[in-house]
Structures are given as structure tokens and as C-alpha cells.
């Protein structure tokens, strides 16, 4: 799980994902993304680390947090909430729509309890709807972290679910 | 090189891994050292072999032999037929197409592979298979005989347009960015194939990325470009590895980096990977994502021929659109032209979906009618229901009916029906699609992923998105129709980029060739496909139900009423539409009426 990371750790996370990439104006989804991925979310502490060690008036390299959080809060894949252990990404486009996804849909948030992009109360699960990940001739489509379902049924979910500690 | 008796290429792409690809290769590499076989046999991992929506999928060759549906459970079975007792096993074998279809009659032309040639046939991770079926040859040749200016117009005279689906002539393009006076400039391949639906770039960049690296360079050295990105979505990670892979292996053998093929040329490239906006497939907000801003289109002109990456001329083309250049220069341009219509050369990739009995990715020439392609390559509609209509050109694009079935695909036509090529998403629908319900659903999705920054796209889509729900929640007005048309042509003038002004196109589609179904759900409070909840009802047939009282058990809030071998009844007030009687009825008593 995403225990509520340290202040040391991130800056390490942070520290790792600038040394990949550098500290140039291009590198900064690059670094958001590793962010995103290493911690599940992009904290605001990560955000004011990025921003620490990037900025720098004598390179004539300016990053303010405010540009970093409008990036972070633009691209769908970045997040800066905290999400769950485990997080379901359901594809909600039309042709999955159009070969039974509403009835997945339906089904997903009826057994978890969620609306989209909520988080149970135990942390376990963040349910979120995503962009088409091109698996249409075998739709509907749900991924469980980068684990992809495809032809899924309202009955395989428990079944699927249940493969996740 | 060892020698095998036989390969085993299985295909491993994303669909067929959702399905356990990889469980059927470790099953076949155990069973294969099992049975002694190891060092006779090869296993492969590939990318498509056929349609993908029966995977797994494997090829044996030199049978040639296509292996569908199998899991590891039956691979000792297969093993043993197929590779100890030389017996084909029937039961997996897929009949239904042949798998390379190279031997076209000239009367019934259906697939014809340039861009997918390879996808299946080679290894995506190894530089030899490609450079085995003619790869980097093109790019020698280039280099070797042709000058910059011959390279264009090779491009331009095959009559190759932009395959990202606006269709700007390839060629003219490149000679625009030549012709600019300023240095360095740039290559941008968009691999940021965002519309539902459509999957093509997506098989290419996994299944053949070198022929897309080598169409990058030879564009590079056309255009004096010295550097490029492949801006490539993080949705398909398998994509961005295979590419780094291919990139990396380009540079050991010279293709890439300084003195390419020993000559002065330098050209490197890049892979980006994005971070999750529809709107980063339009080009100036392809490259504002590049230079690490938020992806918001800017105001053309400047054009990224003039003002691209980092303000400096970028030329910036779709996947499909390189990786059609190396053929062009081996096979010539005339061969090119030779296929399509009179103003859309070529081929183009489609990925149909939706309601068709086999739905996948297709390779057509220009100029192909829809029906050809959903009744004779796709299969015709699903379970024998009846066609109704398909959203051709994504959710910009429009939904054509049974008139324009007949229509033959190109650019011109398409637009003129009322639609666009697009990159070539076909999302087929049948009789129990609500058309309100589809353009609902697609304004849903564009208004989501506009990204804000003009006001008819921010607002407008939004306005017209609470009419289509205001619509289908039988609430409609009159009135309510006209003001949508009104609102969506404002939108669609409007709007700064291609993702607002073509937003309203399927509701303006729709209006045009469905205005019946949206006035049934205004002025009669009725949805004649019975999709929209508020306006259907359920109830069971009483002659036909045999009172089993499964309905009532399996009903969400206790709706249902009856005794025991009584016909029941459904309390309309009571009911939430969620149509679990229907399903779960064994007698086919519980209708839908609306």
C-alpha cells in the first residue's frame, strides 16, 4: 500500500527521477510521471522538491510550483490525491460502450461502492475510468494496475478482484 | 545461426496477453524440453498474426499453420499432435481468413498490407528480422542515389496524405519545412493515438517500429532535420518499449547518430512518452507537451513547418503516414499511386470495432466501400442482428448509415458525407444502439477531454452536452433540437482547434441522418432502440411467464410481485430500469417497452 509517504523518502523518489532525466524544461512530465508512478500520487511536498531543486535563476531555469501543479493537475495520468493499493481503470469509450461496458460499469461501482475516481475507506481500491488503451476487438476492457482484462463479464469481476491482495 | 525444423511465433500483443499469451509460451517452452523437442523447435514471440479478438494466437511454420483460442491447458495436447505425430489439430485452427492475403484478384481488391506487412511476420526486437525483409535498403538508397529535392518529390508524386487523418499531402509538407530558412530542424512522429477506437499505430509501433524509424530518417534527410521525438502515449507502454528497443538497436548499426551509413548526415530521435490528454494528438499541443508544458493548442499560423518544437521548423507526421515511405522508395511511387482513388493514393489502416462479428485491424486500399469492409472483411454484424450505422473518423468524425454504405473511402467523400477519415477507427453499431444515446456518449467524452483553453470548446461543449442529457432523460423541450443544431455549428466554427471544431460532428450526424430518433425522445418521450433508462419500461408477458419467481428473488428493489406459479408483475413507479429480470428470466417473459 501507499502508506502516507515520508518527507525523506520523497525527496529521494524526486532526487532519482531528476538524475533520470535531467533538469532541463522538457524533463519535467518525465519527472512528474516517475514521480506519479514511484509513489502512486504526486504529494505537494514532492511538487515544492521538484521545484527546490530544479529552479535555478543562474542557469536561467525557472520552475515554480504553480507550473508544476498545472501540469499535474492537466494530464489525466498524474494524480495528486492519494489513491488506493490497487487502482481499476476501466475503459469507458464507445466501443467498448457499444459491446456491454455500461453493464461492467455499473456492476464495478455497485461492487465496490465507488463513484469514479474515489478510494475505499481501507485503501484497497481507487476506481477510475481511463482513455482508450486500444484493446477494442476485446472489449470491454479493465485494467487493475498495469494488468489488463479483456472480453470481461459482470460475472468474471469478482473473480478478477479477487486475484488482488 | 542453429537450424529448427519449425517455428512456433506466438503472437504477444496486448489483446492476445489479456488473454494469457504468456502462459501459453512458458507452457509451450516447458512442454517442448519435456518431450526432447528444444533443439528442433523455435518459439517466437511476435506481435499480430490475425485479428486478435480469438487469442491466443500462434503461427507454425513452415506449415504455415494458424492456431487460434488455445490456452496453456491444451498446449501437451497440441505439442503431441502437431509436433510429435505431424497432425494439425483442426479444433484450434483459424479457418475463417488467410492470413496473408498477398494473391488479390483484381475485381475484389479487400486487404492489401504496406503498412502492415511485417506486423507478425518478424521479431519487433530484433534489427535483423526487419533488415531480412528489405529493411533500411530504402534509407541506403536514399542516401546512396537520391538528392533531398528527388526524395520529395518521389513523396509527392506518390500521392501520400497525412494518415493522422486530416490528409495534408506528405510530400508538400516536407518540401514546406525544407524550403524554411532556419536551423535545426525537427522530425515529430505523432504517436499519440488518442481516439476510442482505434488501435492501428498502436500494432504498427509494436509489430514494425524500425519501418517507422526509417521513415523518420529518410524524411529527416529530405527535410535537413537533424534531430527528432516519437511522441508516443503512455497508454501503450508496450509501444514506448518496443520503440526504445528498435532505437537503440538503429544506432548499433549505424542508422542513427552522426555519419549515418558513413556518410555527413547526422539524425537522432527520441521517444516521449505522454501523460494522459486526448487533446496532445493535435499537433501544436504535441509539441507544447515535447517542450514540458501543458498540452493546449495554440493558434495556427505559424504552422510547425515554420514554428515548431523549441520554435524551430518541426515537420510532424502521423505513424502510418512514415512507415509507408519505405516502400514508397523501394517499390517506387508510381506503384504507390497505383492503388486508391483518384485523389487518395494508397492504403489505409483500419481498426473496426463495435457490433461486427470479427472485429480487428484491417489494411485496405483507398476507395473501398464501407460495406466491403463490414461484411466482407469484418464479418457482417454480430449475432445476424441488423446494421444501423458506423461512427467512422473517431469522436470528431460522424456516423454514416445504410446510404452511405455504398460510399467509396477517401478523404473527399468522407468529408462530404458528413464526416472525416480520421485515423481510421470504424465503431460499427446495430439496431440496439440509441443514436441520441452514441452522440451523448462521444460529447461526453470530447467534453471531458477539452482542455479549456478557447470558450466554445469549454462551454459549448458542455452546453451541448446537458441538451443530449436533458434529451435522453425524456426531459427535451420543444425547441430543444434547434437550439442544439444552433449551438453546435457555433462550436464547430468557433472552436481554435480540430478537437472543438469537430466535436459536434456526431451530433450533427446524427441530427442529420437520425433526426427522427431525437424527436421521438423530445416530442413523444420514447427512445425507439430502448436504450434510455427514463423513457422504457419493463413488463412481463403474462402467458408466457411460468411464475419461477427468479425475476422477483433477483431484483435489486423488490419491484416484483406474484405468487408462486402466478404470473408476476413489475410496479412501473417502483422499478429502476436496471433490466436484471430480463436477463435473468429463463422464459423470455420480461419485455422492454417504450
Not at chain 2, 551 to 568: D, K, L
Request: aromatic residues 6%; contains cysteine.
Amino acid at each position: 500500500m501507499h502508506a502516507p509517504p515520508v518527507v525523506s523518502a520523497i525527496k529521494e523518489v524526486v532526487q532519482q527521477a531528476i538524475e533520470k532525466h535531467g533538469k532541463t524544461p522538457d524533463a519535467l512530465i518525465p519527472i512528474l510521471s516517475e514521480i506519479n508512478h514511484a509513489l502512486g500520487y504526486i504529494p505537494a511536498e514532492a511538487i515544492r522538491e521538484v521545484k527546490r531543486q530544479i529552479h535555478n535563476p543562474a542557469e536561467r531555469m525557472y520552475v515554480a510550483e504553480s507550473q508544476l501543479y498545472s501540469l499535474a493537475t492537466f494530464y489525466d495520468m498524474l494524480s495528486t490525491k492519494a489513491r488506493g493499493r490497487h487502482v481499476i481503470k476501466f475503459c469507458e469509450n464507445a466501443p467498448c460502450h457499444v459491446v456491454g461496458g455500461k453493464a461492467i460499469w455499473d456492476a464495478l461501482r455497485k461492487d465496490l461502492n465507488l463513484e469514479n475516481g474515489e478510494t475505499t475507506p481501507d485503501n484497497k481500491w481507487t476506481l477510475v475510468t481511463t482513455s482508450c488503451i486500444g484493446l477494442c476487438s476485446v472489449g470491454p476492457v479493465l485494467l487493475v494496475d498495469d494488468d489488463m482484462y479483456g472480453n470481461v463479464t459482470v460475472e468474471q469481476i469478482l473473480d478478477i478482484l479477487g486475484r488482488y491482495e | 545461426m542453429s537450424f529448427y525444423r519449425s517455428h512456433i511465433l506466438v503472437c504477444v500483443d496486448p489483446e492476445c496477453l489479456a488473454k494469457g499469451a504468456y502462459d501459453v509460451v512458458d507452457a509451450m517452452q516447458d512442454e517442448l524440453v519435456a518431450q526432447g523437442l528444444i533443439d528442433e523447435i523455435q518459439v517466437l514471440e511476435t506481435s499480430r498474426i490475425g485479428g486478435c479478438s480469438d487469442g491466443p494466437e500462434m503461427m507454425v511454420y513452415p506449415e504455415g499453420v494458424h492456431y487460434v483460442g488455445m490456452n496453456a491447458d491444451d498446449v501437451p495436447f497440441l505439442v503431441e499432435e502437431h509436433f510429435l505425430k505431424g497432425r494439425i489439430v483442426e479444433k484450434f485452427r483459424e479457418i475463417h481468413k488467410p492470413v496473408v492475403d498477398e494473391e488479390l484478384g483484381p475485381l475484389r481488391p479487400k486487404e492489401v498490407r504496406v503498412v502492415l506487412r511485417n506486423c507478425g511476420e518478424i521479431d519487433p526486437m530484433n534489427i535483423e528480422d526487419y533488415l531480412a525483409v528489405d529493411g533500411y535498403q530504402a534509407l541506403g538508397k536514399v542516401i546512396g542515389e537520391m538528392t533531398p529535392e528527388k526524395v520529395i518529390d518521389e513523396v509527392t508524386r506518390s500521392g501520400l496524405r497525412g494518415r493522422g487523418g486530416a490528409g495534408f499531402p506528405a510530400g508538400r509538407k516536407w518540401a514546406l519545412t525544407r524550403q524554411v530558412p532556419d536551423s535545426p530542424k525537427y522530425m515529430v512522429c505523432n504517436a499519440d493515438e488518442g481516439d476510442p477506437g482505434a488501435f492501428m499505430n498502436r500494432r504498427v509501433l509494436e509489430g514494425d517500429p524500425h519501418s517507422v524509424i526509417e521513415g523518420m530518417i529518410i524524411g529527416a534527410y529530405a527535410i535537413g532535420a537533424s534531430y527528432g521525438y516519437i511522441y508516443c502515449r503512455a497508454e501503450y507502454p508496450l509501444a514506448v518499449e518496443t520503440l526504445n528497443v528498435a532505437i537503440t538497436q538503429a544506432r548499433e548499426f549505424g542508422f542513427l547518430g552522426k555519419n549515418i551509413l558513413g556518410t555527413d548526415f547526422n539524425f537522432d530521435l527520441e521517444v516521449r512518452v505522454g501523460a494522459g490528454a486526448f487533446v496532445c494528438g493535435e499537433e501544436t499541443a504535441l509539441m507544447a507537451s515535447i517542450m514540458g508544458q501543458r498540452g493546449e493548442p495554440r493558434p495556427r499560423p505559424p504552422f510547425p513547418s515554420v514554428k515548431g518544437v523549441w520554435e524551430k521548423p518541426s515537420n510532424n507526421n502521423n505513424v502510418e503516414t512514415y512507415a509507408n515511405i519505405p516502400q514508397i522508395i523501394l517499390k517506387g511511387a508510381d506503384w504507390y499511386a497505383s492503388m486508391g482513388t483518384e485523389r487518395s493514393k494508397g492504403t489505409k489502416t483500419f481498426a473496426v470495432g463495435g457490433n461486427v462479428a470479427k472485429p480487428g485491424l484491417i489494411e485496405v486500399p483507398m476507395g473501398i466501400t464501407l460495406r466491403e469492409i463490414i461484411f466482407d472483411v469484418a464479418g457482417g454484424i454480430k449475432d445476424g442482428k441488423k446494421y444501423k450505422a458506423v461512427q467512422t473518423g473517431g469522436p470528431m468524425g460522424g456516423c454514416l448509415t445504410e446510404k452511405h454504405l455504398d460510399l467509396p473511402l477517401d478523404y473527399e467523400a468522407l468529408s462530404q458525407a458528413g464526416s472525416m477519415m480520421g485515423s481510421g477507427g470504424l465503431v460499427v453499431m446495430d439496431k440496439s444502439s440509441c443514436m441520441v444515446d452514441i452522440a451523448r456518449f462521444f460529447m461526453d467524452f470530447t467534453q471531458a477531454e477539452s482542455c479549456g483553453k478557447c470558450t466554445p470548446c469549454r462551454i459549448g461543449t458542455r452546453r451541448i452536452l446537458e441538451l443530449l442529457q436533458k434529451i435522453c432523460d425524456g426531459k427535451g423541450e420543444h425547441g430543444d433540437l434547434e437550439k442544439l443544431e444552433d449551438l453546435c455549428h457555433e462550436v464547430a466554427k468557433n472552436s481554435l482547434c480540430g478537437l472543438g471544431q469537430g466535436a459536434p460532428s456526431p451530433v450533427l450526424s446524427t441530427l442529420e441522418h437520425f433526426r427522427d430518433e431525437y424527436e421521438a425522445h423530445v416530442y413523444e418521450k420514447r427512445c425507439p432502440a430502448k436504450v434510455c433508462r427514463n423513457l422504457i419500461h419493463y413488463e412481463i408477458q403474462a402467458p408466457t411467464c411460468t411464475g419461477c419467481m427468479v425475476c422477483a428473488r433477483n431484483c435489486p428493489v423488490e419491484a416484483i410481485t406474484g405468487e408462486r406459479r402466478q404470473a408476476h408483475t413489475i410496479d412501473i413507479d417502483r422499478c429502476i430500469r436496471c433490466g436484471i429480470c430480463m436477463q435473468v428470466c429463463n422464459f423470455n417473459a420480461v419485455s422492454v417497452l417504450s
